[in-house]
């Protein structure tokens, strides 16, 4: 619903100025192209260029970029505003966008629990591997007096987490905010499948190494069809929010990226260690990091 609070008037020609120097084919526009989805000035611009020609000739008219709508970042009523200034159907132009960013990379976020974050940076980030993630979790218990008594019952707990749901794949998110303020297990406990067979003992978890962010370029072209399709619906919401709202903020998306591929090393940022996270698994309590760095940060 649009409002009379029209704040800071933007005319099409103002909306277009940062995409004036940008290539006029899909191709050229988004090829290599690096972006940060919590940094809109690295992706606006060139989905202004490409949306340009997509407009109705009153297209910008009824857009009216920069009229205040009083709707949150998630309505569907974005797509819709959208919809009303293009020249086809917001499905069409969806995957139409979906395969035009094939080319471009995406910065991505995976939370893990790691005592040498440079193994990332050597090795980059694998699909999980079950029978590797045994072994993982047989040197945990290992390692830790208190869990010898749970050498013989191992068998039959890894039995009981029937959770194939992992296997042969890797999960990134587009946003941090929303790993770190609502699925920080991942960076306090580690891996899902060893926090669960060892639900009893998760404390343990909390010994080895420390809750890591990696960041990670994502190129897309790693992703689904069906990924990108939805990404590419969250990139035009989000478009048509900033450019008629014209907020100072980004909207913290809760997206996930599901890849069958191991990510190679060179797309491996940087890491780093949160000091403070809450903690789904208790009741949303405040975790502090004793020792945030790894072997990596020391050396
Ligand atoms: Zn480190």
Redesign the pocket.
């Known amino acids: 619903m649009a409002t009379e609070h029209q704040f800071k008037p933007l005319v099409s020609e103002q909306l277009l100025v940062p995409a004036e120097d940008l290539p006029s084919d899909g191709d050229r526009l988004w090829r290599g192209h690096r972006m940060i989805w919590k940094r809109p000035a690295s992706w606006v611009p060139q989905l202004s260029a490409w949306l340009a020609p997509r407009f109705r000739r009153d297209g910008m008219r009824r857009l009216k970029p920069g009229l205040f709508r009083d709707l949150c970042w998630d309505d569907l009523d974005w797509s819709r505003t959208l919809e009303k200034c293009l020249t086809a159907d917001i499905d069409y132009h969806t995957e139409e966008l979906a395969e035009a960013i094939e080319p471009a990379i995406l910065r991505t976020y995976h939370g893990c629990r790691t005592a040498?974050?440079?193994i990332y940076h050597r090795e980059g980030l694998h699909t999980h591997d079950r029978p590797a993630m045994i072994k993982r979790l047989q040197a945990i218990v290992e390692a830790h007096p208190e869990l010898q008594a749970e050498k013989d019952r191992l068998p039959e707990a890894i039995a009981a987490v029937d959770n194939k749901l992992d296997q042969g794949r890797v999960f990134v998110v587009a946003d941090d905010q929303a790993l770190i303020t609502e699925a920080a297990h991942y960076l306090i406990y580690g891996s899902e499948w060893i926090s669960s067979v060892l639900a009893f003992h998760r404390h343990v978890l909390k010994k080895i190494g420390?809750p890591?962010l990696l960041e990670i370029d994502m190129p897309l072209i790693m992703s689904s069809f069906a990924a990108r399709r939805e990404f590419a619906t969250q990139m035009l919401r989000e478009w048509t929010r900033l450019t008629c709202n014209q907020p100072d903020w980004s909207a913290p998306i809760n997206f996930t990226f599901t890849l069958r591929v191991n990510i190679p090393p060179e797309c491996v940022i940087r890491?780093?260690?949160p000091r403070e996270l809450v903690d789904p698994l208790a009741h949303f309590s405040t975790y502090r990091v004793l020792k945030a760095?790894?072997?990596?940060?020391?050396s």
């Open positions: 040498d974050a440079g420390a890591t890491h780093s260690h760095e790894c072997a990596n940060c020391r």
